[in-house]
């Protein structure tokens, strides 16, 4: 089945500096990915998409210059917190669907990053 | 403004009994609804889907029902057994798009 690994899966790192989370669907392309970030207790929620080639779109609420995403291949995607702040201490989480499988495929997720910001 | 809702956060079952979870959302035109089984610290793990053309499909022990006229679905997994012990979550597809909205979960514990 489709496997989207996500690295790393834990990091801390101090107020100000920035952190590069990675995505890649690992036996198939993929031209969209999607960033979700879950605070304890709550839902998943989407922050951005990712498209290969082109800009990600972003939700309402999500400050893209704050968190980067870049898309350079169909296998990868990464999303970098730039300087970031306690605040942004979440579980974030990429996934991507096989589109090989047609409309209804599921998402597959990655195993997630859990960031903390001291 | 939660378009899609779990409104029970917690649910314990007895082993071998049936679990049934459910979810409820506000916008007629989704047409796509998953279910997803986590873990803490892991990503989600897809179980089953259903189509909006659909009311019923079924995997193993793991079935879902939708009932659009109601906006609800629900997930009955049957026989439970310990290791389906985890946070559910449903999720919903506007038409159109790749996207999913995720309801907030529901924790599930089977009881041995």
């Known amino acids: 089945g489709a496997v989207v690994s996500q690295h790393p899966s834990w990091v801390i790192c101090k107020s100000g500096t920035s952190v590069k989370i990675e995505c890649r669907s690992l036996?198939?392309?993929?031209?969209?990915m999607f960033w979700y970030r879950q605070f304890p207790k709550q839902s998943l929620m989407l922050m951005a998409t990712s498209n290969e080639g082109s800009k990600a779109t972003y939700e309402q609420g999500v400050e893209k210059d704050k968190f980067l995403i870049n898309h350079a291949s169909l296998t990868l995607s990464t999303l970098t917190v730039t300087s970031a702040h306690p605040e942004d201490s979440s579980f974030y989480i990429c996934s991507a669907s096989d589109v090989r499988q047609g409309q209804n495929s599921p998402l597959h997720f990655g195993n997630g990053t859990r960031l903390t910001v001291t | 403004d939660q378009q899609v809702k779990q409104n029970s956060p917690s649910l314990s079952v007895q082993e071998g009994r049936i679990s049934i979870l459910n979810c409820d959302y506000t916008n007629s035109m989704f047409d796509y609804f998953l279910w997803y089984k986590k873990y803490p610290a892991e990503g989600p793990t897809f179980l089953i889907s259903?189509?909006?053309?659909?009311d019923k499909n079924e995997d193993g022990r793991f079935t879902v029902f939708l009932n659009k006229s109601a906006k609800h679905l629900s997930l009955h997994i049957v026989p439970s057994q310990p290791g389906d012990s985890a946070v559910y979550f449903c999720?919903?597809?506007?038409?159109?798009?790749?996207?999913?909205?995720f309801g907030t979960g529901t924790r599930l514990k089977v009881l041995a």
């Open positions: 259903i189509s909006s053309i659909k």
């Open positions: 036996d198939f392309q993929a031209t969209t």
């Open positions: 999720a919903a597809r506007p038409p159109g798009t790749y996207k999913y909205i």
